[in-house]
């Protein structure tokens, strides 16, 4: 058995340096560390390279889209640009001839409309100052609160007025059976498509004759034959007899009957 004094340090076989040897001589003779360090690092620099290029194309990609995406700041041309507001005058009377309202109760309270009572209705129209027949009205109401202290109530309307040939303007919103309210003007058709606005409502005698006060835009100008001067409201006003009798003179292209 070898002494271990005639054992040598490995290093002495390999002739490799011993520690105080530079460390370009040690990678000299080992000669790969050098090159697969500066493979490493060509690597990493092009892997890291190609992340910034993909994430950066990504980005660009993502910006793009953004901005092509992004809506037109450009008012809405089917619109008239100048939002001028028209007002139409327009009388709605139940002559008692058409069975409205009608009464659908789905509450058990016979004494009384209560909430989620329906009333479907169906009036005629004349125009603001009683000379012509334009039309009816046609819609449902739903209750939403019996006001006993107000002596009234207060539903939830949605309904159209129908012109003839003009086309009809649909509306929504609170009508109230003790005081003057406004509704949404919702949409139309015919010369009312895309019209907007409000409509203030006025009850004379309830539910026989109210008066109405449209505020209109979105749309061209009104024929003239609507555009009347109206007679002011009170619980007295009728029809002319000739819009009454539906005469040619007094009545519109096609009226809705």
Do not use: W
Not at 19 to 48: C, P, V
Not at 126 to 145: E, H, M, N, P, S
Not at 185 to 191: A, E, K, N, R
Request: hydrophobic residues 35%; aromatic residues 12%.
């Amino acid at each position: 058995m070898a002494s271990a004094s005639s054992l040598k340090p490995i290093s002495y076989y390999l002739n490799l340096p011993n520690s105080r040897s530079s460390s370009s001589e040690t990678q000299r003779l080992l000669g790969f560390k050098s090159s697969f360090s500066s493979h490493h690092r060509n690597l990493s620099l092009s892997t890291t390279h190609q992340d910034v290029s993909r994430r950066s194309s990504k980005n660009n990609v993502t910006t793009k889209a953004f901005f092509f995406n992004k809506p037109s700041s450009q008012p809405d041309s089917s619109r008239p640009a100048d939002n001028k507001v028209q007002e139409l005058f327009v009388y709605e009377i139940n002559e008692r001839d058409r069975n409205s309202p009608a009464i659908l109760k789905l509450s058990q309270k016979p004494e009384h409309l209560t909430i989620g009572d329906l009333v479907p209705f169906t009036n005629k129209l004349y125009t603001g100052d009683l000379q012509k027949r334009i039309g009816i009205t046609a819609g449902l109401c739903v209750l939403i609160k019996h006001e006993p202290e107000k002596k009234g109530d207060r539903f939830e309307a949605i309904y159209s007025f129908y012109f003839g040939d003009y086309g009809h303007i649909s509306v929504q919103g609170a009508y109230l059976t003790y005081e003057d309210t406004y509704l949404a003007v919702t949409g139309g058709s015919g010369i009312f498509e895309g019209v907007y606005g409000q409509v203030k409502l006025h009850q004379i005698v309830f539910p026989y004759k109210l008066f109405y006060t449209f505020y209109l835009k979105g749309i061209a100008g009104l024929p003239q034959e609507l555009l009347v001067k109206p007679v002011e409201p009170s619980p007295n006003v009728e029809a002319a007899p000739a819009a009454k009798a539906t005469e040619p003179h007094a009545a519109i292209s096609n009226f809705t009957n």
